[in-house]
C-alpha cells in the first residue's frame, strides 16, 4: 500500500497534485466532509434522528458565540430541538450517499452506450445519439422532478430503501447522457488506431476489444466527468429535497434542513438554513476545484 501512495505521487498526477495548493486545500475539506458523514455515529455528539432524546424545550437555541447559547449544541439547534451540528453530518451522509450512487449509475450507463455508438457506428450509433438529443433538450431538474414526483405516487407507501432508489433513478436518468456523448467521441477516435486493428486481424471478439483495449483509454475524460457530476449530483438531490420529492423525511439530507430552516430565516432564527446551506456550498465547491485540478492534470496541454 505504501508503495502505491509513493508511486503515485512520484507520477505527473501526484507531482500536480503536491504543488497545486487549491487541490491539497480541496481535498483536505472533502476528506474532513466524508469522514465526518461516513462515520456521524461516533463523531457526532448527538443523534438528532432519535426521537427519545430529543426535547422540545432546547428548540431553537442559538448558536454557541451568541448570548442565549452554551456549548452543548455549538450550531444551535432547529425547531424539534435537533442539533444543527449532528444534523449536518447526518444529512451530508445521506446527499454523499445518493450523489455517489446517481454518478456511479450514470458512468456505467453512459459509458456502456458511448463505448457501444461508438465502435459499432451506423444505426447504433444514430438511435443511440438521438435519444441522446432528445434527453438534453429536457431541463435536467424537472426530468428529476417528474420521475420523483411519479415514483411517489405510484408508491406512496415506499420504504426508505425504495424511495432511495427512486431518488438515485431520477437524478441519473439525464446524467447518463454526458458520458455516453463523451466516450462515443474518444472512441471513435481509438477504434482506427493500430493497436485496434491488430486485435480485429488476430481474431479478438469486438466485446473484449472494447473491454479490454478500447475501455482503460477513454476513461480520462470520464473520471474528471464523474468528479465534477458528484457536486451536481449533490446539489439536484438537494433541491428536489428542498421542494419535498427527494429524501423522506425520516432521513433528512441537507436539502431537507434547509428546507426546514427557510421557514424560520427571516424570524431570527437563521443558523437553522443558513449553516445546512454553507455545508452543501463547502461540499459542492470542493468537489468541482478537484475536478478542475484533475481535468488539468489529466491533460497535458492545460499545464
Known amino acids: 500500500m505504501k508503495n502505491r501512495i509513493r508511486r503515485w505521487m512520484d507520477s505527473d498526477v501526484g507531482y500536480s497534485f503536491r504543488n497545486s495548493p487549491t487541490a491539497i486545500v480541496a481535498a483536505l475539506i472533502a476528506a474532513?466532509?466524508?469522514?465526518?458523514?461516513?462515520?456521524?455515529?461516533?463523531?457526532?455528539?448527538?443523534?438528532?434522528?432519535?426521537?427519545?432524546?430529543?426535547e422540545l424545550s432546547d428548540a431553537r437555541i442559538p448558536p454557541v458565540w451568541s448570548e442565549e447559547g452554551g456549548w452543548k449544541y455549538i450550531l444551535g439547534t432547529d425547531d424539534q430541538?435537533?442539533?444543527?451540528?449532528?444534523?449536518?453530518?447526518?444529512?451530508?451522509?445521506?446527499?454523499?450517499?445518493?450523489?455517489?450512487?446517481?454518478?456511479?449509475?450514470?458512468?456505467?450507463?453512459?459509458?456502456?452506450?458511448?463505448?457501444?455508438?461508438?465502435?459499432?457506428?451506423?444505426?447504433?450509433?444514430?438511435?443511440?445519439?438521438?435519444?441522446?438529443?432528445?434527453?438534453?433538450?429536457?431541463?435536467?431538474?424537472?426530468?428529476?422532478?417528474?420521475?420523483?414526483?411519479?415514483?411517489?405516487?405510484?408508491?406512496?407507501?415506499?420504504?426508505?430503501?425504495?424511495?432511495?432508489?427512486?431518488?438515485?433513478?431520477?437524478?441519473?436518468?439525464?446524467?447518463?447522457?454526458?458520458?455516453?456523448?463523451?466516450?462515443?467521441?474518444?472512441?471513435?477516435?481509438?477504434?482506427?488506431?493500430?493497436?485496434?486493428?491488430?486485435?480485429?486481424?488476430?481474431?479478438?471478439?469486438?466485446?473484449?476489444?472494447?473491454?479490454?483495449?478500447?475501455?482503460?483509454?477513454?476513461?480520462?475524460?470520464?473520471?474528471v466527468l464523474a468528479t465534477i457530476q458528484v457536486a451536481t449530483a449533490i446539489i439536484t438531490e438537494a433541491t428536489l429535497s428542498f421542494l419535498g420529492v427527494g429524501a423522506p423525511p425520516t432521513s433528512p439530507s441537507l436539502g431537507t434542513l434547509i428546507r426546514v430552516g427557510n421557514d424560520y430565516l427571516f424570524s431570527g432564527e437563521w443558523w437553522i438554513t443558513i449553516f445546512p446551506g454553507l455545508m452543501l456550498v463547502l461540499i459542492a465547491l470542493s468537489v468541482n476545484l478537484l475536478g478542475d485540478w484533475l481535468r488539468d492534470a489529466l491533460n497535458p496541454r492545460l499545464r
Open 81 to 223: 430541538g435537533r442539533d444543527i451540528l449532528s444534523a449536518l453530518m447526518y444529512g451530508a451522509r445521506i446527499s454523499l450517499i445518493v450523489g455517489l450512487a446517481s454518478v456511479a449509475l450514470s458512468v456505467v450507463v453512459g459509458v456502456g452506450l458511448g463505448l457501444l455508438a461508438g465502435f459499432k457506428g451506423g444505426w447504433i450509433d444514430s438511435v443511440l445519439m438521438r435519444l441522446c438529443d432528445v434527453m438534453l433538450s429536457f431541463p435536467a431538474i424537472l426530468v428529476a422532478l417528474l420521475i420523483a414526483g411519479v415514483g411517489r405516487a405510484v408508491f406512496p407507501n415506499a420504504n426508505e430503501s425504495l424511495a432511495f432508489g427512486v431518488l438515485i433513478l431520477s437524478i441519473s436518468l439525464t446524467g447518463w447522457v454526458q458520458y455516453a456523448r463523451t466516450v462515443r467521441g474518444s472512441t471513435m477516435v481509438e477504434r482506427n488506431k493500430e493497436y485496434v486493428q491488430a486485435a480485429r486481424v488476430t481474431g479478438v471478439a469486438p466485446l473484449r476489444i472494447m473491454v479490454k483495449h478500447v475501455l482503460p483509454n477513454v476513461l480520462g475524460p470520464v473520471m
Open 32 to 54: 474532513v466532509c466524508v469522514f465526518c458523514a461516513l462515520f456521524a455515529g461516533w463523531v457526532a455528539p448527538h443523534n438528532p434522528f432519535d426521537l427519545t432524546t430529543l
